[in-house]
């Protein structure tokens, strides 16, 4: 049987193989769900990078920017960290250069893997269905914050090993861990999280729209893939 693990963040990345392996790389508040926005609204392709620097230089080639730091816009990029600002029509067809506090760079660090996808709450039937048609063990890799663990992107965890627990057997107790906290909150995400520390950090930007659009379930029929340095969207 097929075997689903959960990484927490990827400072815990070096325990696990993930060689043979697809990862869904995580990162809910808010890197991967506007990375799942920018596709469903039409954007041909985003380079993931892991520094401001390398953001740059991409912009200097033309590719629109996004850069996040500390969940604010960096200064002199196009793009901010919202996914409400991919519902724009000046995105469809554009290639995005994107670099963020952690979803970038958790993205970076799973090249090895067989493939790596991105997931959100927004794609998470989709990315379920394409899973249920490889033959591949899965690791969801949880962005986390800066090298710790955070709530969001471990729930996805849990709700992702939720739907794929008749098809995939839990590897390690992590998946345990996580398909459990995802049971007791899947009710009402907003409030069982009310108290998570990067809640406290956005609303302190005054951006609770933004919280409560990415805990939205299966929005988008979009599953973004890693291939070479670029993220495409794959026809599912």
């Given at each position: 049987m097929k075997q689903i693990d959960v990484c927490f963040t990827p400072d815990l990345l070096h325990l696990h193989t993930v060689?043979?392996?697809?990862?869904?790389?995580?990162?809910?508040?808010?890197?991967?769900?506007?990375m799942v926005t920018a596709f469903a609204y039409g954007v041909n392709s985003i380079i993931p990078v892991a520094t401001i620097e390398e953001c740059q230089k991409?912009?200097?080639?033309?590719?629109?920017?996004?850069?996040e730091?500390?969940?604010?816009?960096?200064?002199?990029?196009?793009?901010?960290?919202?996914p409400f600002t991919y519902m724009d029509e000046r995105i469809r067809?554009?290639?995005?250069?994107?670099?963020?506090?952690?979803?970038?760079?958790?993205?970076?660090?799973?090249?090895s893997a067989v493939k790596v996808l991105v997931g959100s709450f927004l794609n998470l039937d989709a990315?379920?269905?394409?899973?249920?048609?490889?033959?591949?063990?899965?690791?969801?890799?949880?962005?986390?914050?800066?090298g710790r663990v955070n709530l969001e992107d471990t729930l996805f965890a849990g709700a992702?090993?939720?739907?794929?627990?008749?098809?995939?057997?839990m590897a390690e107790d992590?998946?345990?861990m996580a398909w459990r906290l995802y049971a007791q909150g899947k009710d009402n995400l907003v409030a069982y999280m009310a108290n998570a520390s990067h809640i406290r950090r956005l609303q302190r930007l005054g951006i609770q729209k933004d919280i409560t659009y990415c805990l939205q379930h299966d929005l988008?029929?979009?599953?973004?893939?890693?291939?070479?340095?670029?993220?495409?969207?794959?026809?599912?």
């Open positions: 060689e043979n392996t697809i990862v869904v790389v995580a990162d809910v508040f808010r890197a991967t769900s506007c991409l912009q200097e080639r033309g590719f629109l920017a996004a850069a730091r500390n969940a604010r816009k960096v200064e002199g990029f196009e793009l901010d960290n919202s067809g554009e290639n995005v250069a994107m670099t963020t506090t952690n979803g970038t760079l958790a993205i970076t660090k799973s090249r990315i379920v269905r394409y899973l249920k048609t490889e033959p591949y063990d899965v690791m969801v890799l949880c962005a986390g914050w800066k992702l090993v939720d739907r794929l627990k008749d098809s995939y057997a992590s998946a345990i988008y029929d979009v599953v973004p893939v890693l291939r070479g340095n670029a993220l495409v969207n794959m026809e599912v």
